[in-house]
């Protein structure tokens, strides 16, 4: 299970694996009260991309785009795989900071990676073998 959770909110023992996706720390949060587990910066939109937006609803659709696009890169791709396997198994709480959350990367990447989560599931767990024939058969 994937949810999302302010980097400003208290940190709760059901919040699960705690990760920061933003590049930069929240201002004024201390490492002890954010308690996270992991800080991916691979995961995070670039500082182009996040300067671009500037969380201008206006640019909302193509902030998502774009952000979907800088995912598709090998390190992205590896942690957003590896977040997967943990949502399978728990609570997995992407951190942030932005004031707006329902417009920022924490929304995209949650949609992405619940998405990735329910077509794992629909995957068959053994691939069909496809049975050998013979010539002349």
Request: charged content about 35%; glycine content about 4%; cysteine-free.
């Amino acid at each position: 299970m994937i949810v999302t959770k302010r980097a400003y909110e208290p940190a709760s023992d059901s919040d699960g694996y705690r990760v920061l996706i933003d590049r930069l720390w929240p201002r004024g949060v201390s490492k002890a009260r954010a308690r996270l587990d992991a800080w991916e910066k691979d995961i995070a939109p670039s500082p182009a991309l996040r300067k671009w937006y500037g969380h201008d609803p206006d640019k909302w659709h193509e902030f998502q785009l774009r952000y979907a696009a800088e995912l598709r890169s090998a390190p992205a791709m590896k942690v957003l795989d590896s977040l997967v396997r943990r949502a399978r198994r728990g609570r997995v709480t992407l951190v942030y900071a932005s004031r707006a959350g329902d417009l920022s990367d924490a929304a995209v990447l949650k949609r992405i990676l619940n998405r990735r989560i329910i077509r794992m599931s629909q995957a068959p767990k053994h691939p069909r073998r496809r049975k050998r024939t013979t010539a002349g058969q």
